[in-house]
Each structure stands twice: as C-alpha cells, then as structure tokens.
C-alpha cells in the first residue's frame, strides 16, 4: 500500500489500535474519530482515499455519515458491523458503502480488503449517487440497493436524466434527444419501447421508484 490517507470511524479502542497499526504498517497515512462528530471534522478538512466507518457510534448511525460522505465525496467506504445484521448491510451498500466486514475478523482480511478497494478506486468511473439509485458512467450500469437493474445504454441514459430531475416532468422530445443525440423523429415507437421496458424493471425491483407519465405532458421519476 502506498501512502494513502485513509479515514477511521471506530468508538472501540482495541478496534481503532489494531486497525490503526495494521493499515499504518503498509504504509497508509490514517486519522481516526471516535465520534460522528469527530469524523465531520476530519472530512471537512482533509481529502481521503478511502474510510472505514463503524455502523453503531455512540452519537449516531455511521450509515448516517455514509449519506454525509457520498454527498460529497466518492472515495471507497468500508463499514464494519457488530451485528452481521442483513438489512444494515443492503442499507449501507444501497448508501454507496463498496465492501463490508462482519466483526470479529482477521486483521490480514481487513488490509487485503483495504487493498482491493485503493485498487478498484483507480480504475472505476465517476459514480453518481441519487437516493437508493447507483449510477456507475463508465459503465453505464445502474445499481438500486447495490443490485444491477440490468439496462440497456438508453434506458440507463434516460433513468439517469428521469432521476436527476425527480419530481420534474420531461418531455418525451427532451428525453430523446439527450439520451439519442439526435432530434426525436416522427417514429417514436423505439423511445416508447425503450420507456416500457425501464418502467417494467423498475417496477420488478420494487415498489418505490415510478416513472409516471403525464399525458401530453411527459415523463416523471417519483422516489416514494
């Protein structure tokens, strides 16, 4: 590991020594908190290569903080829990968490994962968070609660522009030509087919996310 500067969130001070010595021992430069306090002042005044951010904290949730950092910042996040609590796993992956490690664990399984998230940081695109919604650019992959909704390029594009401006209704005209490049013909049965196809995996992954569409007016993403 080259000097990276990584970030730790840990109330447990065995946890926070032995993690401290481990990444320290590679070579990383680390800054620790104990408090969500704590690390909301670190964050503001450093730039991170990556965090480790325990789940329960004594003044608040870490998944909390998790929001916090991905509205600002796309750097790997690895969330520890006590609980190996499935729910608080999809929440954290779903936030914009990228791995995370049940306690207790082995020290050389928590560098080597540390290590795999530095290496993947590298080499992924620009990541896009909005709500439970993931979207990897590079790949033109969209990810809801960290399970890939398996879209063609266009209807990644035009969830993409749907979701950028929830609640704002878009004309079917404005939707193509973004998400075509090109002017919306006479023949608009490969946009409508394209829209049908979004709304239907949307709908089959859940319940919480509709395209709703306002007659002769347009489309509309709705985060319930």
């Known amino acids: 590991m080259t000097r990276k500067k990584i970030l730790l969130v840990e109330d447990n001070p065995e946890v926070m020594r032995n993690n401290t010595m481990a990444l320290k021992s590679r070579g990383a430069i680390v800054l620790s908190a104990s408090t969500l306090e704590g690390a909301r002042i670190l ?3 450093n730039l991170f290569d990556a965090a480790v951010l325990d789940i329960m904290l004594p003044d608040g949730s870490g998944l909390d903080f ?5 509205a600002v910042s796309d750097f790997p996040v690895l969330l520890l829990t006590a609980k190996g609590d499935s729910q608080d796993i999809v ?3 779903s936030l914009g968490a990228d791995d995370y490690l049940v306690k207790p664990y082995y020290l050389n399984v928590f560098t080597a994962r540390i290590d795999s998230l530095l290496r993947r940081a590298g080499k992924v695109s620009e990541r896009v968070w909005i709500g439970s919604l993931r979207f990897d650019l590079l790949s033109s992959q969209a990810f809801l609660e960290g399970t890939d909704l398996l879209l063609t390029q266009k209807e990644f594009a035009l969830l993409l522009l749907l979701a950028q401006n929830e609640n704002k209704t878009l004309t079917a005209e404005y939707l193509f030509e973004k998400a075509w490049g090109q002017s919306m013909s006479e023949d608009t049965a490969t946009f409508k087919v394209r829209m049908s196809s979004l709304k239907k995996k ?8 509709l395209i709703e569409t306002a ?3 347009g ?3 709705t985060m319930l």
Do not use: Q, S, V
Request: aromatic share 4%; hydrophobic share 40%; glycine share 12%.
């Open 215 to 217: 007659r002769g007016e």
């Open 91 to 93: 929440k954290g992956l």
């Open 66 to 70: 998790l929001r916090e950092i991905r």
């Open 43 to 45: 964050i503001e005044k």
């Open 202 to 209: 949307l709908a089959a992954a859940t319940g919480n996310i």
């Open 219 to 221: 489309y509309r993403l």
